[in-house]
């Protein structure tokens, strides 16, 4: 089967020139260099928090998860970082992460009764979704 003139040609354009797909490298042309920013996550006593979300502002696709020591490595070409740190049962924080620092240590603040709080707002909606 004959492939026309036309659909070939479209069809080499999203596969080559798709939006967002990286461009080839220009020789002799450097990107902006990559940082890595590496620390741990703990609350007020000193235990680790795991699964507590960081990244750059509010930005999705820089998103990293801690592991089950509180530990967490984000890639970035920024110079300056402004972490957003959250996580379920504690107040969102945000750190600013100098160009000159590499790790850092965050702690997060427990919210105060979170548990009954959260069981609460559970069962009323539970409730309104019944009626």
Request: aromatic letters at 10%.
């Amino acid at each position: 089967m004959l492939v026309s003139p036309l659909l070939w040609s479209l069809l080499s354009w999203s596969i080559f020139a798709w939006p967002g797909a990286p461009l080839p490298a220009t020789p002799g042309v450097q990107g902006p260099a990559t940082r890595e920013v590496y620390g741990n996550v703990t609350d007020l006593k000193n235990i680790p928090v795991a699964g507590a979300s960081v990244s750059v502002g509010t930005d999705s696709r820089t998103l990293v998860v801690t592991n089950s020591e509180g530990r967490f490595l984000l890639k970035g070409s920024a110079l300056e970082f402004r972490l957003l740190i959250t996580s379920a049962g504690y107040y969102d924080t945000s750190v600013v992460v100098p160009a000159a620092s590499t790790a850092f240590n965050a702690r997060l603040r427990p919210i105060a009764n979170y548990k009954r709080q959260f069981k609460r707002q559970y069962k009323s909606a539970k409730r309104a979704y019944k009626n």
